[in-house]
């Protein structure tokens, strides 16, 4: 695989993630994801020239062409994020299957954002990750790496397992753990990742929320008992198990095994 490849799926990924700005913006607030783009200060129009991802807001100096009104930088954030998804998926999975996976990196991002600005998961988006994850595994045409029983099972354990510690937390601690969006999330997931992926994708999920809970506490940015969106968390690793998972998985068979 030559550079080529990955900087066009880069170019790709910043053309996916261009889109992915306008759902993490409108769907929270329901307006239609294929209207025309505009200002949201001034609902200028954007021509072609305006919406080149990562290089118009950088010619534009991050200011609206009409009102000069602030675009905040995560605009191109996140477009270079979904470019960098885009490559790394072509990185892992040199096939055709980086196309569903791609495109289910893209509803990661999304559905990260979105619960972090409004501590809700979208239905819509995990439809449409579930239905993608369900054509990933049933045609032979994208190669899955797993068969559709362990897709099955990835998904009935990442569901049912965020199920069961939110009991757990309603029994000992009289509330919530956590949401059913995060639940669902995980059962989307598990499609994609098989149930040993899965858990691995769960355990850097709470040490990386555990981490960020602890500093947001000590630097009190947020009160003890105050609920922290946990989708990005869940979202960041299923990324990793996604790149890393099937690597972490042998080596910690060697670790426990391979001395047998």
Same mark, same amino acid.
């Given at each position: 695989?030559?550079?080529?490849?990955?900087?066009?799926?880069?170019?790709?990924? &910043?053309?996916? *993630?261009?889109?992915?700005? $306008? !759902?993490?913006?409108r #769907? @929270?607030?329901?307006?239609?994801?294929? /209207?025309?783009?505009?200002?949201?200060?001034?609902?200028?129009?954007?021509?072609?020239?305006?919406?080149?991802?990562?290089?118009?807001?950088?010619?534009?100096?991050g200011?609206?062409?009409?009102?000069?009104?602030?675009?905040?930088?995560r605009?191109?954030?996140?477009?270079?994020?979904?470019?960098i998804?885009?490559?790394?998926?072509?990185?892992?999975?040199?096939?055709?299957?980086?196309?569903?996976?791609?495109?289910?990196?893209?509803?990661?991002?999304?559905?990260?954002?979105?619960?972090?600005?409004?501590?809700?998961?979208?239905?819509?988006? &995990?439809?449409? *990750?579930?239905?993608?994850? $369900? !054509?990933?595994?049933? #045609? @032979?045409?994208?190669?899955?790496?797993? /068969?559709?029983?362990?897709?099955?099972?990835?998904?009935?354990?990442?569901?049912?397992?965020?199920?069961?510690?939110?009991?757990?937390?309603?029994?000992?601690?009289?509330?919530?753990?956590?949401?059913?969006?995060?639940?669902k999330?995980?059962?989307?997931?598990?499609?994609?990742?098989?149930?040993?992926?899965?858990?691995?994708?769960?355990?850097?999920?709470?040490?990386?929320?555990?981490?960020?809970?602890?500093?947001?506490?000590?630097?009190?940015?947020?009160?003890?008992?105050?609920?922290?969106?946990?989708?990005?968390?869940?979202?960041?690793?299923?990324?990793?198990?996604?790149?890393?998972?099937?690597?972490?998985?042998r080596?910690?068979?060697f670790?426990?095994?391979?001395?047998?």
């Amino acid at each position: 695989m030559t550079l080529f490849y990955f900087t066009y799926a880069f170019v790709i990924g &910043l053309c996916f *993630g261009s889109f992915g700005n $306008v !759902v993490i913006h409108r #769907l @929270p607030i329901g307006k239609s994801i294929l /209207s025309p783009s505009c200002c949201s200060n001034c609902n200028l129009k954007l021509g072609v020239l305006d919406l080149i991802p990562v290089i118009s807001w950088v010619f534009l100096k991050g200011r609206c062409r009409g009102c000069k009104g602030k675009i905040s930088i995560r605009y191109p954030i996140v477009e270079i994020i979904c470019g960098i998804l885009f490559a790394g998926m072509l990185w892992f999975y040199p096939s055709v299957s980086v196309i569903p996976l791609a495109l289910f990196s893209l509803i990661l991002l999304c559905t990260a954002l979105i619960d972090l600005d409004t501590q809700e998961i979208y239905d819509v988006l &995990l439809i449409i *990750g579930a239905l993608i994850g $369900v !054509v990933y595994v049933l #045609l @032979p045409f994208f190669e899955a790496a797993y /068969s559709w029983q362990d897709a099955l099972v990835g998904a009935v354990v990442g569901g049912m397992t965020l199920f069961i510690l939110d009991k757990i937390c309603l029994l000992f601690f009289n509330k919530d753990g956590f949401g059913y969006g995060d639940m669902k999330l995980m059962a989307v997931a598990g499609i994609f990742l098989g149930w040993q992926n899965t858990l691995i994708a769960f355990a850097l999920a709470f040490i990386a929320g555990a981490v960020c809970a602890i500093y947001l506490l000590l630097s009190k940015r947020i009160e003890r008992g105050e609920y922290l969106a946990f989708g990005p968390f869940l979202c960041l690793g299923i990324v990793f198990a996604l790149w890393f998972g099937d690597e972490f998985n042998r080596q910690l068979g060697f670790f426990l095994f391979g001395g047998w």
